[in-house]
């Protein structure tokens, strides 16, 4: 139950007996003299509800309900008027305060006008919190494209993590989409209007790789002409992505572990430290614990960049996901340049399906583009079918599934007419491949 109280009234008694009797019964009170000094420090989406005299200098109550609804509709306002002023509260009822009350009143009143406003403030954040989770699920739905069960979980643990202020180690395959999930990391948290900044740790020379994280003062080393700074620093506040982080040299292991567990940085070259406030998400494609067992990586610091870990799946683990973002990479390519992509064949599909796709998304992006482009020549030389005729006809199955299953949102019975299977069989078949219709049940 929210507890969140500002009081605004120029009398002092009036602000103490009001403090007084909300601080008995348990509430948290902010008082202010002056309208004006509300407005300054009302924090925003403030969680609670505002009373205020009507009669006061400089801004007066109707001038701040009116500032207060301009900032927030949606935030209760309790009028506290004298026996004159009772009109004109009940005007300013009409134009959204919540309540008022008349000079003098009861604690009692007082309490009973307040519940009854924090209830209707918690239903309204409640409300706000539940569309913006609906917003973000389908922003996320839109940027990591998939139906498979592992792509809707890695989504769910993308929104868990993404507001959490832990640092996060990706692994996948190459091509696997990992800076795109960190990416997500970063945009749906709240340091999304921060610096996101990626680095590739086996793209950078060992000797120049502690200027490049750290950054140098001028002339902290042959060639280095006035002060640099490092992507760290540039980072601060924001968050860091660092890719291959196996490749990373064990001497800057050591100093990144520094970085992690005292959030300061010293450039090259200076004795002065500098604080900086920092998310590290790492990426690797090996096991960073085999490589700290192999002597290449210090464990403590895997330790610390793997307080949460994401899997994300190769794409030969999650077939059904093929065809939604083939489409939707072919469909962008058209657009970028302006031609019209041809429809996919069966036997086209089949041979994206049988695929094992060692580049992952990156190379069915590749593959949508050459489709475009009139490249793949029927694919059959591009894709090369690496499963047995049995292991095609499944996975083109499943598919067919998901595509009745989507276009009939889960109505088992279209579904049935659309495929002409009797119901044993579908419930068979989609048991068999890990469908569950519910998943594709459109929700509001």
Same mark, same amino acid.
């Given at each position: 139950m929210l507890n969140s109280v500002i009081v605004v009234d120029d009398e002092a008694s009036i602000r103490a007996a009001v403090e007084?009797?909300?601080?008995?019964?348990?509430?948290?009170?902010?008082?202010?003299?002056?309208?004006? @000094?509300?407005?300054?420090?009302?924090? @925003?989406?403030?969680?609670?509800?505002?009373?205020?005299?009507?009669?006061?200098?400089?801004?007066?109550?109707?001038?701040?309900?009116?500032?207060?609804?301009?900032?927030?509709?949606?935030?209760?306002?309790?009028?506290?008027?004298?026996?004159?002023?009772?009109?004109? @509260?009940?005007?300013?009822?009409?134009?959204?305060?919540?309540?008022? #009350?008349?000079?003098?009143?009861?604690?009692?009143?007082?309490?009973?006008?307040?519940r009854r406003a924090l209830e209707k403030r918690q239903l309204v954040l409640e409300n706000r919190r539940l569309h913006e989770q609906a917003d973000l699920k389908s922003r996320l739905e839109a940027t990591l494209l998939g139906m498979s069960q592992g792509l809707q979980q890695l989504r769910r643990q993308v929104l868990e993590l993404a507001g959490l202020p832990v640092n996060v180690l990706i692994r996948g395959e190459t091509g696997s989409g990992k800076e795109r999930v960190a990416r997500c990391l970063h945009d749906f948290g709240p340091r999304a209007d921060k610096p996101f900044v990626a680095l590739n740790c086996a793209a950078i020379p060992e000797t120049l790789f502690e200027a490049e994280l750290f950054g140098h003062e001028s002339g902290a080393f042959t060639g280095a002409q006035g002060k640099r700074i490092g992507k760290l620093e540039y980072a601060n506040g924001g968050t860091v992505f660092l890719d291959?982080?196996?490749?990373?040299?064990?001497?800057?292991?050591?100093?990144?572990?520094?970085?992690?567990?005292?959030?300061? #940085?010293?450039r090259l070259g200076a004795n002065q430290s500098i604080a900086i406030d920092l998310r590290i998400i790492a990426a690797t494609k090996p096991d960073l614990l085999e490589e700290a067992r192999a002597?290449?990586?210090?464990?403590? #610091?895997?330790?610390?960049?793997?307080?949460?870990?994401?899997?994300?799946?190769?794409?030969?683990e999650r077939r059904e996901d093929i065809p939604l973002l083939f489409e939707h990479f072919a469909r962008h390519c058209a657009e970028r340049l302006g031609r019209s992509a041809a429809p996919l064949d069966g036997a086209h599909m089949a041979r994206l399906l049988a695929h094992d796709w060692p580049g992952n998304v990156r190379e069915l992006a590749n593959a949508a583009e050459r489709h475009v482009l009139g490249l793949d020549a029927g694919a059959s030389q591009a894709l090369p079918e690496s499963s047995s005729l049995g292991e095609q006809m499944e996975a083109f199955e499943a598919q067919c599934l998901r595509a009745a299953l989507r276009q009939h949102h889960g109505e088992i019975k279209a579904v049935m007419q659309s495929l002409q299977l009797p119901r044993r069989t579908l419930n068979e078949k989609m048991q068999r491949h890990g469908l569950v219709r519910e998943d594709f049940i459109e929700r509001e």
């Open positions: 007084q009797w909300l601080s008995l019964s348990g509430f948290e009170v902010q008082v202010f003299e002056r309208g004006d @000094a509300c407005l300054a420090q009302l924090p @925003a989406h403030f969680p609670g509800v505002v009373i205020s005299d009507v009669r006061m200098p400089g801004i007066d109550g109707l001038q701040l309900l009116e500032r207060l609804q301009q900032q927030d509709a949606d935030l209760p306002v309790i009028l506290l008027t004298g026996h004159g002023d009772v009109p004109m @509260a009940v005007e300013a009822m009409r134009n959204g305060a919540y309540d008022f #009350l008349e000079k003098p009143f009861t604690p009692q009143h007082l309490l009973g006008s307040l291959e982080i196996e490749s990373m040299p064990l001497a800057q292991q050591a100093k990144l572990l520094r970085v992690i567990q005292e959030q300061k #940085l010293e002597g290449r990586f210090r464990e403590d #610091l895997a330790y610390r960049l793997n307080v949460a870990e994401l899997r994300l799946a190769p794409l030969r």
